[in-house]
């Protein structure tokens, strides 16, 4: 009798730890980290006539669980990482990234990060792109957060991750207000267009 009473008592604790071991698998967080050599955060701004391209480095991490779904994340984007890939002359390069860092754009010097925080991740198909996944992500640039809508086409395996995706924002809506007159001597349309290269580790 003493025996038949150890053994349930040891079928119930396996049970216990198998059930317990279960749960935690299935709660599971798993954290990929930007692999900054190859992820860029791209940009195009317009004018009318003409238009200038370029990009910024990213850091952060982004959550998934175990069966590779995406659960979260978080991003950073140091603005005086900026880049320009249009001009040739050194001189115009370094003259439209000082404008750009000014007080008139980005304001460097108050602002010196932009965030990407993702709020949730569902399931995407478009006739007219190859993207698979809508990220709803808040957005951060010179102090002010909007939410907005990424398309991206996400690739997922054991915690390895790449997201590539093209979207617009409007400058406006973050109080980027400098040089938004159409009568005015310079207009920049009020939509720039962002293209995400990221890669994760």
């Known amino acids: 009798m003493i025996q038949k009473i150890y053994s349930l008592f040891f079928v119930l604790a396996v049970l216990t730890i198998f059930s317990s071991c279960s749960r935690k698998d299935s709660n599971l967080t798993i954290n990929s980290t930007v692999d900054e050599s190859l992820s860029s955060i791209k940009w195009t701004g317009s004018a009318p006539t003409h238009s200038h391209e370029g990009a910024f480095k990213v850091s952060g991490s982004l959550q998934s669980n175990k069966n590779s779904k995406i659960t979260g994340g978080s991003f950073t984007i140091p603005i005086g990482s900026i880049t320009n890939f249009d001009l040739t002359d050194e001189a115009l390069k370094e003259q439209l990234l000082e404008h750009l860092l000014s ?6 010097v108050k602002y010196p990060e932009a965030k990407l ?4 991740v569902e399931e995407y198909s478009d006739a007219i792109s190859s993207a698979n996944t809508m990220i709803i992500a808040d957005f951060t640039m010179l102090g002010q957060t909007h939410s907005i809508n990424i398309p991206a086409l996400v690739k997922g395996e054991n915690g390895k991750f790449s997201a590539e995706g093209s979207f617009k924002i409007n400058r406006l809506n973050w109080g980027m207000n400098s040089f938004n007159d159409p009568n005015g001597t310079l207009y920049i349309l009020p939509d720039v267009e962002i293209t995400l290269d990221l890669y994760f580790k």
């Open 103 to 108: 007080d008139e754009f980005f304001d460097l």
């Open 117 to 120: 925080v993702i709020k949730k």
